[in-house]
């Protein structure tokens, strides 16, 4: 929790476009491909909201006896994956600005008309998280942050679901939702006292 807060606020002090998609990332939960195919004109600054509409990723292409890569802009994941987040009004607070100035068919990372590849911000995410003195965590690890704070404040499982992409709830509850030693204790208590016991 504490290095959640003081990414945020490191951010928030030290703006730059790509650190702005790992503040988008800590605070919507988006996949990183989804946070390098984010264009400007996918977030509503009226409405409050961002909408996840593409993905980018590099595939494997074997032609005969050759293999190359390629980087390619998919739809994502699932048909639950193409979503619409709320953003907080902190992060609407940096973006709100920068719409005024912004060309809007321009990825957000790049502020550019091509896009930074899911391997080359997760170098930058890395050297980030290097300088700050935070230790290694997987860029993947924004996303579960996101969650689990989201669980840690109560909201429910299906909501959190819905805000991940996830096409079942289940995905989310064996990803994210590992009960400790004193919710179970809170669980057994509150089940006895519905039984009118103490």
Known sequence: MANHRRILDYI??????????????LT???????ICALRWEDINVQDGTLQVKRTIERIY??????KHTRLVINDPKTPNSIREIPVSSEALSLIKPLMKVVNRAFYVLSNDSKPIEPRTYRSYYKRLM????????KFHGLRHSFAT?????????KTVSVLLGHSDIST???L????NMEQKKRCISKMFKSLGKN
Request: aromatic share 10%.
């Open 176 to 179: 994210y939702v590992h009960p």
């Open 61 to 66: 292409i074997i032609e005969g006896e050759t």
């Open 149 to 157: 704070r989201c669980i840690e404040s109560n909201c429910d499982y």
């Open 28 to 34: 919507t939960g988006l996949r990183i491909g989804e």
């Open 172 to 174: 989310t509850l064996n």
């Open 12 to 25: 928030k002090a030290n703006f730059s476009f790509r650190a702005l998609g790992i503040y988008l990332c």
């Open 130 to 137: 290097h300088s700050l003195g935070i230790p290694p965590i």
